[in-house]
T-cell receptor, first 111, second 114 residues
Framework: GENVEQHPSTLSVQEGDSAVIKCTYS??????FPWYKQELGKGPQLIID?????GEKKDQRIAVTLNKTAKHFSLHITETQPEDSAVYFCAATDSWGKFQFGAGTQVVVTP | ETGVTQSPTHLIKTRGQQVTLRCSSQSGHNTVSWYQQALGQGPQFIFQYYREEENGRGNFPPRFSGLQFPNYSSELNVNALELDDSALYLCASSLGGGSSYGYTFGSGTRLTVV
């Protein structure tokens, strides 16, 4: 089955700086890669996603890149703000179309 | 448009007991998935229901079972509770399967087994 590894587990950045989270996956059949943000006491919220036929996608301060050959994808947050502090999860579909999540990255943005 | 709602929000059960968790899907969504999220971990896939039929299951024992109703709401049942079942249980709905449209998650039910 699919295996997703996510790094780093924690990330501390100064407000205004950029944050990058990286994930690798194992199943070459995976074709959909969403990123979720989870705040304390809440369920994960979809923030951006990318499909295997696209190399990069951007939505305001958030961007995701995908390298199918290397089987890795990354989340980029620019001009970070305190409200970006949360746990971020990457995910990949397995060959059955079910999600496998990474272990999460705790992002802390300090003013 | 309402999101995904789960009940109850918190629950304490004794080892060996049975528990039922409930989920109302987002309007228009016909697929429901359940995930278990242990503290400090990513969500782990339990199973998925599409139009009242289970169409995928993760690595969970049979004492984890579910139902989806005609209105696409869903239940997760866990029998013979164990201490390791303590976790946040997340329900997620989607249209036609999460790989096509992505999931909308509820806020979860925090289950504590003592």
């Amino acid at each position: 089955g699919e295996n997703v590894e996510q790094h780093p587990s924690t990330l501390s950045v100064q407000e205004g700086d950029s944050a990058v989270i990286k994930c690798t996956y194992s199943d070459s059949a995976s074709n959909y890669f969403p990123w979720y943000k989870q705040e304390l006491g809440k369920g994960p919220q979809l923030i951006i996603d990318i499909r295997s036929n696209v190399g990069e996608k951007k939505d305001q301060r958030i961007a995701v890149t995908l390298n199918k050959t290397a089987k890795h994808f990354s989340l980029h947050i620019t001009e970070t703000q305190p409200e970006d502090s949360a746990v971020y999860f990457c995910a990949a579909t397995d060959s059955w179309g079910k999600f496998q999540f990474g272990a999460g990255t705790q992002v802390v943005v300090t003013p | 448009e309402t999101g995904v709602t789960q009940s109850p929000t918190h629950l304490i059960k004794t080892r060996g007991q049975q528990v039922t968790l409930r989920c109302s899907s987002q309007s228009g969504h016909n697929t429901v998935s359940w995930y278990q999220q242990a503290l400090g971990q990513g969500p782990q896939f339990i199973f998925q229901y599409y139009r009242e039929e289970e169409n995928g299951r993760g690595n969970f024992p049979p004492r984890f079972s579910g139902l989806q109703f005609p209105n696409y709401s869903s239940e997760l049942n866990v029998n013979a509770l164990e201490l390791d079942d303590s976790a946040l249980y997340l329900c997620a709905s989607s249209l036609g399967g999460g790989s096509s449209y992505g999931y909308t998650f509820g806020s979860g039910t925090r289950l504590t087994v003592v």
